[in-house]
């Protein structure tokens, strides 16, 4: 299993509305098919730490995995995700006992910045 945990709060200024859309748009994208298990909600972490809602997606392996970093569904989503994101905090964890794992799911990142150079760009912009 890996697991992909984001924490963030929104910019000022985003409307109650954008905020709802962002939020629904998450949920879509953590239930697309190649996810196990997907939650979006309020953070519960340290208030003074800066976050107020987190976002978790966990795929069974690295093909789930590429499978759900280039769904059509995610990239259509960050579209309008990223530009409401102020600030953002990103942890991914894996039972895979594999040791080249973690090369190989920054090699499926890398991947994905040089497909996307606009979405690279719009996360790259986010403050962690």
């Known amino acids: 299993m890996i697991t992909n945990v984001l924490r963030f709060t929104f910019k000022d200024g985003t409307t109650d509305d954008e905020r709802a859309e962002v939020l629904a748009l998450m949920r879509r994208t953590a239930s697309v098919a190649s996810v196990t298990f997907g939650s979006v909600g309020h953070d519960l972490?340290?208030?003074a730490e800066g976050f107020t809602h987190a976002y978790s997606a966990s795929v069974q392996d690295l093909t789930a995995l590429e499978h759900y970093m280039n769904?059509?569904?995610?990239?259509?989503?960050?579209?309008?995700?990223?530009?409401r994101?102020?600030?953002?905090?990103?942890?991914r964890f894996t039972d895979d006992p594999d040791?080249?794992?973690?090369?190989?799911i920054g090699a499926l990142h890398a991947a994905k910045l040089a497909r996307y150079?606009?979405?690279?760009?719009?996360l790259n912009a986010i403050p962690a």
Not at 85 to 91: F, K, T, Y
Not at 117 to 122: A, K, Q, V
Request: proline fraction near 17%; charged fraction near 30%.
């Open 85 to 91: 994101i102020a600030r953002l905090s990103a942890v």
């Open 99 to 104: 040791p080249e794992i973690g090369p190989r």
């Open 45 to 47: 972490g340290d208030p």
């Open 117 to 122: 150079p606009e979405w690279d760009r719009l």
């Open 71 to 83: 769904d059509p569904v995610h990239i259509e989503g960050d579209w309008t995700i990223l530009p």
